[in-house]
Structures are given as structure tokens and as C-alpha cells.
């Protein structure tokens, strides 16, 4: 069962940094797809440094100076994510250095074997026994219908249609495994909250949705994505909250970062939907969820989430 397999690895992604309320500079909210190299100059050393772990450093094309951004941003210590076997203690290292950009991601020694070399479409499951049983680890992608899951998907692995997109809302109707590297899976699950989908079949998607959260034990971690061009939604935030409830291992992942558009975002940019979103479901957790944030279009995100997905992934492989 899946929740005897949590106390392992939620419970250390749960690390919360036992010290006097500080604030530090990290790269929150960035606005630009690229900055000048002679910024990285001092964050590259250190993440260099941070991260030779000889067996793991392998981020091939990753560059750390795209993923680590110049602090410009303040955000208090008890907001970040610290990974698990995180060295809190960083010495000459500051935190604001390890910080992946548009996020509140420390990036610990596990990130490495990034880069998706390839990736290929495995089977579709109408239920969790039906799911590949190789034991490989997996990422599960779920969202609202249309909050860009399939474009994420394809932007991740940089292929147009390897996961089929739609503008018709709740074409993905069940578990979809996709093997990435021959090592580890990425699963696209059913949108929910499409009102124009039959009850029953809503009703279908999200009984076996949740089953496979619970009791699929290759799970690693969910990647609950959030429409961060609108306000925030109820539907949303019951997700959020039933995963925070039943323990189950997430990062929230903003979609749609690019869209600026005041007239469809009720007046606001995406960075204080986010702000408005992350406020709302506080309360659900007791330290701070792991968040990013992405565009399909921009591929704002993408090297970002493939090395957060990578140390919690090497991490798992190694517990």
C-alpha cells in the first residue's frame, strides 16, 4: 500500500529549518526569460560546488546559470521547499543561491540525470491494477480540464505530440504512462472539474484518480497544475486540500505564467494569482508546498521542474 510507503518520503519533504524567522533574497517572481551570464558569476560557483555528487551530476544540457536566477525577490526562509537530505547548513553556500527560478525550490545534492534523452508512450489504464508494473518511479501530472496538462507534458519532453492536445476540455479519460529515459514515468491523469463531461464519468475519473494516488507505490510525487491566468478556483483548492489530507507527496505546478491579459485575469497578473492561491491553501499544510512556475509557450519552467523532478526522483531510488 502507498501509505505505508509515505512516512518515508513525505515526512522528509516536510523539512523545516529550525531557526529565528530570517528573510532572504531568491528569484520569486522572475518577469525575464533570460538574464546576463556576468550575473551568474558567484551563484554558479556555489551551485557547481553544491552539487558535484560525482554518481549524480549529470544534467547534460541543464545549464545552472538558466535554472538559478540573481536574487531580486524577498521571501522568508519557512516559505522554501528544502528537498529531502537537504544541508540546510550552507556554509559559504547561501540559500539564495540554490534557489531554482521562478519557484521556492532549494536545489539539493540529488538533482542530476535531468535532461530527457527520450520518451516514449507506454499504455493507457482504465484503473490502477492496470498500470505498468516495471517499479520504476513516476511523476503524476493532474489538473482542471484545459489548464494546459497535455501542452506541459509535450513541453517537458520537447515533442509536439507525444501526449495529445485539445481544445475541447476532458479529452484525457485515463492513466496515461509515458517511459522517459527508459528509467522513470511520466503519468498524465484525467482533468477534473469539466462540466460538460457526463457525472458518471466525472465521477469515474475521480474515484480511480484518487485510488491511484493512494495505493500506486512507484508514486513519487503529484504535480497538481494551476491556472495561474485566473483567480483562483474552489475546485482547485479541494484538490489541493484532499492531497495535504491524505499525505500525498505534491508540488504545485502555475501554468500559463505567460498570459498578462488584465481583462481575462479579473484585473490581476499571474504572479499575484499565485501570491493569491499560495495564501489560500496555507492553512492545508504544515510547512510549505514545493511550487514553479511554467509556460508551454515560453517554456518558462521546463529545466526547473526536470531538475526538481530528478532530485526527488534520486532520492527515492536511493531510500
Not at 101 to 106: A, L, R
Not at 230 to 251: F, G, H, R, V
Not at 268 to 275: A, D, F, G
Amino acid at each position: 500500500m502507498f501509505i505505508s510507503h509515505l512516512p518515508k518520503l513525505h515526512s522528509h519533504f516536510s523539512i523545516f529549518y529550525s531557526t529565528p524567522k530570517i528573510i532572504i533574497t531568491s528569484a520569486l517572481l522572475s518577469k525575464s526569460k533570460t538574464t546576463p551570464v556576468s550575473h551568474f558569476s558567484s551563484v554558479t560557483a556555489a551551485a557547481n560546488t553544491l552539487l558535484q555528487t560525482p554518481e549524480l551530476l549529470q544534467t547534460k544540457n541543464l545549464e545552472i546559470e538558466d535554472v538559478l536566477e540573481k536574487p531580486h525577490v524577498e521571501i522568508s526562509v519557512e516559505k522554501l521547499f528544502f528537498p529531502p537530505d537537504t544541508d540546510v547548513s550552507s556554509g559559504s553556500r547561501p540559500l539564495s543561491s540554490r534557489i531554482l527560478k521562478g519557484s521556492n525550490i532549494v536545489l539539493s545534492k540529488y538533482a542530476g540525470n535531468a535532461q530527457v534523452e527520450q520518451a516514449e508512450f507506454v499504455k493507457s489504464s482504465v484503473d490502477t491494477e492496470a498500470c505498468p508494473s516495471d517499479g520504476l518511479p513516476e511523476f503524476a501530472l493532474v489538473g482542471r480540464s484545459n489548464v494546459g496538462k497535455s501542452s506541459l507534458l509535450n513541453s517537458l519532453v520537447r515533442r509536439k505530440k507525444l501526449a495529445l492536445t485539445s481544445k475541447k476540455p476532458g479529452k484525457t479519460q485515463c492513466i496515461n504512462h509515458f517511459r522517459i529515459n527508459d528509467s522513470w514515468h511520466l503519468v498524465d491523469l484525467p482533468g477534473y472539474g469539466y462540466a460538460a463531461a457526463p457525472h458518471e464519468v466525472r465521477t469515474d475519473w475521480a474515484k480511480f484518480t484518487k485510488d491511484y494516488f493512494i495505493n500506486r507505490p512507484t508514486l513519487v510525487s503529484v504535480f497538481l497544475l494551476i491556472d495561474a491566468s485566473i483567480p483562483a478556483k474552489k475546485i482547485d483548492l479541494d484538490y489541493a486540500s484532499w492531497l495535504a489530507e491524505n499525505k500525498i507527496p505534491m508540488t504545485i505546478v502555475f501554468t500559463k505564467c505567460d498570459k498578462r491579459k488584465k481583462k481575462k485575469t479579473g484585473g490581476k497578473k499571474p504572479e499575484e494569482n499565485l501570491q493569491d492561491f499560495l495564501e489560500l491553501i496555507q492553512k492545508f499544510f504544515q510547512t510549505a508546498p514545493p511550487w514553479i512556475m511554467t509556460s508551454s509557450v515560453t517554456n518558462q519552467g521546463r529545466d526547473e521542474i526536470l531538475l526538481h523532478m530528478s532530485q526527488l526522483r534520486n532520492y527515492w531510488l536511493k531510500h
